[in-house]
């Protein structure tokens, strides 16, 4: 039988759920002045957010699991 290797999910209290993540997201983009044309989360292996030339917003889904101070 193979090990889980994945360390353990903080509780859940600890996480934001997508529904708040996003608009989370928009309040920082306004507050520094930019806008998004689309907010995505999805498994990434090598960071945490990416932004493309257009305007495109990835998340990485782990990111949902840090503490607040880590997403502002």
């Given at each position: 039988?193979?090990?889980?290797?994945?360390?353990?999910?903080?509780?859940?209290?600890?996480?934001?759920?997508?529904?708040?993540?996003?608009?989370?997201?928009?309040?920082?983009?306004?507050?520094?002045g930019v806008e998004p044309k689309?907010?995505?989360?999805?498994?990434?292996?090598?960071?945490w957010a990416s932004c493309s030339?257009?305007?495109?917003?990835?998340?990485?889904?782990?990111?949902?699991?840090?503490?607040?101070?880590?997403?502002?």
């Open positions: 039988m193979s090990q889980d290797l994945q360390a353990p999910k903080p509780p859940l209290e600890d996480t934001v759920p997508i529904e708040l993540f996003k608009p989370e997201v928009m309040a920082n983009a306004i507050r520094i689309s907010i995505t989360l999805r498994p990434m292996k090598k960071k030339s257009k305007g495109n917003l990835s998340f990485d889904t782990e990111i949902l699991y840090q503490p607040a101070s880590l997403r502002k």
